[in-house]
């Protein structure tokens, strides 16, 4: 058994060393496959799936080693239909802040948040045939939410293409002074009551062909690939250097991912339900806090979790132990807990962008999250209790139960013979009796549970009775 424990632990750190070795590998391939030029800096990173946790994570990482690496251009490869609008103003955010010009190609789509983000770049190439627009805020089922959602995607939008602001150009003896994008177009991509003159589609939500984008001046070129952007850039000769995710920033993302996340609050919830069926430090609580462990420490590193937010999951959790076993019963200290731990798992579903709503927004935002830590509790309370049946009878589980029976015709019994006619006895509590806990009769241990109240350790006890193999004792 030993040989065997030694040999899973040594595995273990060999696999953990080869992930670390890989990923100090793959940091070191990615610096060395760069293009080797004497000019300008160029560094790529792309957004090809929805607009998520993981997408604002990586423009975060992306940024940091562009700015280390003293790129001169951050060309951001984007292919998204869309996603979570809190994201993508965080990205579209950063991205009108950067100090570096950023150059986004919209390879094939760059539909709803994506069209955000595109937007906030200082210049747009396209793929032909591709798309850009469509930002109507719609809920998870793809139904339009109030106006009040619209409106602030509406502004946002607006406000993104006045960040570029004018241009001027001279066209013989006149000058014209026009937007570099204009925002009535941008605020249409929402809103389809916006009339957008000349425009055939301008009663309906306006979506962009790459030709359009082109002829409306919301993209500054078409192009099929990274290096024909470059070279319509005037960047062809530059060196290139591309985002490459680490083993470590990989498993990261993993844990980002808002499936992941739910599991590991299902685990969590489920694991503290459990336990406190079953007080005592067992597998359910080992499994909680693990699951705890791999939910908020990614968060936590990459700093997409505020530091109030885990403290108000370890406050709750604290109570929680303390109810267990400190105060006798289950009252405020337990619920006070369970509602902490509700809580900062809610806030952590939630970017800071939602408190710049108006009341109405940030209150939808934050039952949506709600509803995900509820419906995880749910979901793993129903699944514990499926699965604990399926459990009990598959092959897995008697490898590690017990099965071996032990007759009353044998002499085994489960209780202990000495117990019998102790009724009237009197002894001392061993232990502190809340209601169960140990007393000594006679100079011997048992387990006794107090019948009404709580003994203190060394008060004088009287035996009532013997249950169901069980001393039930009271102070005198």
């Given at each position: 058994m030993f040989r065997k424990t030694y040999f899973i632990h040594k595995l273990f750190f060999m696999i953990v060393t080869i992930l670390l070795l890989s990923s100090f590998a793959l940091d070191s391939a990615r610096y060395m496959n760069s293009t080797k030029s004497s000019g300008c800096r160029v560094y790529v990173y792309e957004i090809r799936k929805d607009i998520a946790k993981p997408?604002?994570?990586v423009t975060q990482k992306a940024f940091e080693e562009a700015e280390q690496w003293k790129a001169d251009y951050i060309i951001l490869h984007l292919n998204t239909y869309g996603g979570q609008v809190n994201y993508a103003d965080s990205i579209r955010t950063r991205l009108l802040n950067s100090t570096i010009p950023v150059i986004g190609f919209v390879d094939n789509q760059a539909i709803s948040a994506g069209a955000l983000i595109s937007i906030a770049c200082d210049s747009i190439y396209m793929r032909a045939g591709g798309s850009i627009g469509a930002a109507t805020v719609v809920d998870q089922s793809g139904n339009v939410v109030p106006d009040k959602y619209q409106s602030f995607m509406r502004s946002t939008m607006r406000a993104t293409?006045?960040?570029h602001g004018k241009d001027t150009i001279v066209s013989g003896n006149?000058?014209?002074i026009r937007w570099h994008r204009d925002p009535h177009i941008a605020e249409a991509m929402v809103d389809p009551s916006i009339v957008v003159q000349?425009?055939?589609?301008?009663?309906?939500?306006?979506?962009?062909?790459a030709e359009e984008a082109l002829e409306w001046h919301f993209c500054?070129?078409?192009?099929?690939?990274?290096?024909?952007?470059?070279?319509?850039?005037g960047l062809k000769d530059c060196e290139l250097r591309?985002?490459?995710p680490t083993a470590i920033s990989k498993v990261i993302g993993f844990f980002l991912s808002p499936v992941v996340q739910g599991i590991l609050i299902m685990i969590m919830l489920g694991g503290i339900y459990f336990e406190l069926q079953t007080p005592g430090v067992g597998f359910p609580l080992a499994a909680a806090g693990i699951a705890a462990l791999l939910y908020f420490a990614p968060l936590y590193l990459e700093g997409l979790a505020e530091n109030w937010e885990m403290l108000l999951f370890l406050a709750g959790l604290l109570l929680l132990i303390l109810e267990i076993f400190v105060i006798p019963g289950f009252g405020i200290a337990g619920i006070s807990g369970i509602a902490l731990m509700v809580v900062g798992l809610t806030l952590s579903l939630v970017d800071n962008v939602v408190f710049r709503l108006e009341g109405t927004e940030a209150l939808w935002h934050l039952i949506r999250a709600l509803m995900t830590v509820l419906i995880s509790l749910f979901m793993a309370f129903m699944l514990f209790i499926m699965?604990?049946?399926?459990l009990a009878y598959s092959k897995a589980f008697k490898v590690i139960a017990l099965e071996t029976t032990e007759p009353a015709s044998e002499g085994y019994i489960g209780i202990d013979k000495r117990q019998k006619g102790m009724a009237g006895k009197t002894g001392i509590a061993h232990t502190v009796l809340?209601?169960?806990?140990?007393?000594?009769?006679?100079?011997?241990?048992?387990?006794?549970?107090?019948e009404t109240g709580y003994i203190q350790k060394g008060e004088k006890i009287k035996v009532i009775r013997d249950e169901t193999g069980q001393l039930y004792v009271e102070k005198i």
């Open positions: 997408a604002w994570w293409a006045e960040a006149d000058t014209i000349g425009f055939d589609d301008s009663l309906k939500v306006v979506t962009l062909t500054e070129g078409l192009a099929s690939s990274i290096a024909e952007v470059m070279e319509k850039t591309q985002y490459r699965g604990s049946k399926r809340r209601p169960s806990g140990m007393v000594e009769i006679d100079g011997d241990i048992f387990d006794a549970v107090a």
